[in-house]
C-alpha cells in the first residue's frame, strides 16, 4: 500500500466547453512517485498539474530510458467512475520495464496510484457520448548523465485527460496505408513494449500516409515484409469468411488489453477466433474474393475502430462500402456498454473508483 500525500490545487482550472479532442488538455492535479537506486520508489504523492523541473542531461531525453501507459476512466450510467482491467495496464508496465532496464512497479501500487490521482479528479471525467477521462501513466530516466548505462533515478507519473476520439472520423471508418518500406520493430526489438521510441520509429510513415490522406499505418513484419503486425495506435483484426483473424502475439507487436478483450467476447460468442501469421498476400487474395467481410482496429485510444480503406503499394482495397461492419459494431457496443456499466461485467473487467 502506498502513502499517497495530496497537495491540492489552489486555483482549479475551468472545465472545457464543446468538443474535447484527444490529449491536449489535462486536470488539476498528478500523480508523482520517484525512484532511486538502493532505496526503491518513494514519496508517492498527489500534486496540482504543472509543468517538471528536471535535469537537460535527464537521461530519458537523449537515450530513449522511458515508458508509458495508457488506460481510461469513464462515468457510469449509476454516477460511478470505472476504469477498465487496470491491473493489466500494470502487468504490462512491468513488461516493458524489465525490456528497457526501468525498476518494475507492484501491480498494486500501480492501480492505487491510477485510482487515487482518478478519484482526486473524478468531476473531470466528461460524460457525453464517446468521452472518457484518458489516463496516462509513463516513467521517465531522471538521472542527469551521458553515458550511455541505466539511469539510477526514475520518476513515476501520471497525469489525466478529459479526451474524446481518438481519430478525427470517430465510428466512421478510417483509411489506413500498410508501409513497404520503414519498419516499426523486429523481434528481440522492442515492439512488444510501451516505450516512446516506437512511436518515434512510426512518425516518418506516418506522415507519408498523412499526405496521401490515410489516417494510420498498418506495419508489416521488420524481417519478411510480408505479414501483418499491427497499427500505429491499435491492434488490427480482419474478419475472413465468418472467421475473426489477428496476428499473434510475436514479440513486436503490442498485446493490446483491448484485443485480449475482443478476442475473448469473440469465443465467447462462438465466433472463431485465430491468432497467426496473416500475409499480406492473403488478405489482399480474400478482398478479392470477396471473403473480406470486415476490418477493425483496437485500442485503448481508438476503442473500435473500423477501417473502410487499406492500400498497399498500387492496391487500394475498399472494405464495407463506407458502413462500419455488422461484427466492429457488436463489439464496439459491447466493449463500451461494459466499460460504462451498461452491460454485465461476467470477467470482472470493470474496476470502481472509490
Ligand atoms: N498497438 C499499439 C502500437 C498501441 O499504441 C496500442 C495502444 O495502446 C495498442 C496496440 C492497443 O493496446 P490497448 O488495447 O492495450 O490499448
Ligand atoms: C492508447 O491507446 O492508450 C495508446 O497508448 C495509443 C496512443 C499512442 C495514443
Same mark, same amino acid.
Not at 490545487?9 to 484527444?22: D, I, V
Not at 460524460?127 to 526514475?154: H, Q
Not at 518500406?181 to 520509429?201: L, P
Not at 458502413?323 to 459491447?334: A, F, M, N, R, V
Given at each position: ?44 504523492? %498527489? @500534486?496540482?498539474? !504543472? ?11 537523449? *537515450?530513449?530510458? &522511458? ?40 501491480? !498494486? ?29 509513463? %516513467?521517465? &530516466?531522471?538521472? /542527469? ?17 478529459? +479526451?474524446?476520439?481518438?481519430? !478525427? ?6 483509411? %489506413? ?5 520503414? @519498419?516499426? &520493430? ?16 512510426? $512518425? ?9 490522406? *490515410? +489516417? ?10 510480408? #505479414? ?25 507487436? $503490442? ?5 485480449? +478483450? ?17 500475409? @499480406?498476400?492473403?488478405?489482399?487474395? &480474400?478482398?478479392?474474393?470477396?471473403? $473480406? ?8 485510444? /481508438? ?8 492500400? #498497399? ?9 463506407? !458502413? ?31
Amino acid at each position: 500500500m502506498l502513502d499517497i500525500k495530496v497537495t491540492r490545487t489552489t486555483s482549479p482550472k475551468a472545465k472545457p466547453e464543446g468538443p474535447l479532442g484527444f490529449g491536449r488538455i489535462f486536470t488539476d492535479h498528478m500523480f508523482i512517485m520517484d525512484y532511486t537506486k538502493g532505496k526503491g520508489w518513494h514519496d508517492p504523492r %498527489i @500534486v496540482p498539474y !504543472e509543468d517538471l523541473k528536471l535535469s537537460p542531461a535527464a537521461m530519458a531525453l537523449h *537515450y530513449g530510458q &522511458a515508458m508509458f501507459e495508457g488506460l481510461k476512466a469513464y462515468k457510469g450510467d449509476d454516477g460511478k467512475s470505472y476504469l477498465f482491467r487496470p491491473d493489466m495496464n500494470g502487468k504490462r508496465t512491468n513488461t516493458t520495464n524489465k525490456r528497457l532496464c526501468i525498476p518494475e512497479l507492484p501491480v !498494486e501500487d500501480f492501480v492505487q496510484a491510477v485510482k487515487a490521482v482518478v478519484k482526486e479528479d473524478e468531476d473531470w471525467i466528461p460524460t457525453e457520448p464517446g468521452t472518457s477521462l484518458y489516463v496516462r501513466p509513463f %516513467i521517465i &530516466a531522471t538521472e /542527469a548523465y551521458l553515458g550511455v548505462e541505466v539511469s539510477e533515478t526514475f520518476m513515476f507519473i501520471i497525469i489525466l485527460s478529459p +479526451s474524446g476520439a481518438y481519430y !478525427e472520423e470517430g465510428l466512421a471508418p478510417v483509411g %489506413i496505408w500498410i508501409e513497404d518500406d520503414y @519498419v516499426r &520493430a523486429v523481434r528481440g526489438g522492442m515492439g512488444f513494449a510501451k516505450t516512446g521510441g516506437n512511436y518515434a520509429a512510426s $512518425l516518418a510513415a506516418q506522415v507519408k500516409a498523412h499526405d496521401d490522406g *490515410y +489516417s494510420q499505418v498498418l506495419w508489416l513484419d521488420g524481417v519478411e515484409r510480408k #505479414y501483418i503486425e499491427e497499427v500505429g495506435a491499435m491492434n488490427i483484426f480482419f474478419k475472413i469468411d465468418g472467421k475473426v483473424v489477428t496476428p499473434m502475439l510475436s514479440g513486436s507487436i $503490442l498485446p493490446g488489453i483491448t484485443r485480449d +478483450s475482443v478476442l475473448t467476447l469473440c469465443r465467447e460468442w462462438g465466433i472463431p477466433a485465430e491468432e497467426r501469421r496473416i500475409s @499480406v498476400d492473403e488478405l489482399i487474395e &480474400a478482398q478479392k474474393s470477396g471473403k $473480406l467481410e470486415e476490418v477493425f482496429g483496437t485500442g485503448t485510444a /481508438a476503442v473500435i475502430s473500423p477501417v473502410g480503406k487499406l492500400r #498497399y503499394k498500387d492496391e487500394v482495397m475498399t472494405i464495407g462500402g463506407g !458502413e462500419i461492419g455488422h461484427l466492429s459494431q457488436k463489439i464496439y457496443d459491447t466493449v463500451t456498454g461494459i466499460q460504462l456499466g451498461r452491460l454485465e461485467d461476467k470477467y470482472g473487467w470493470r474496476v470502481e473508483v472509490k
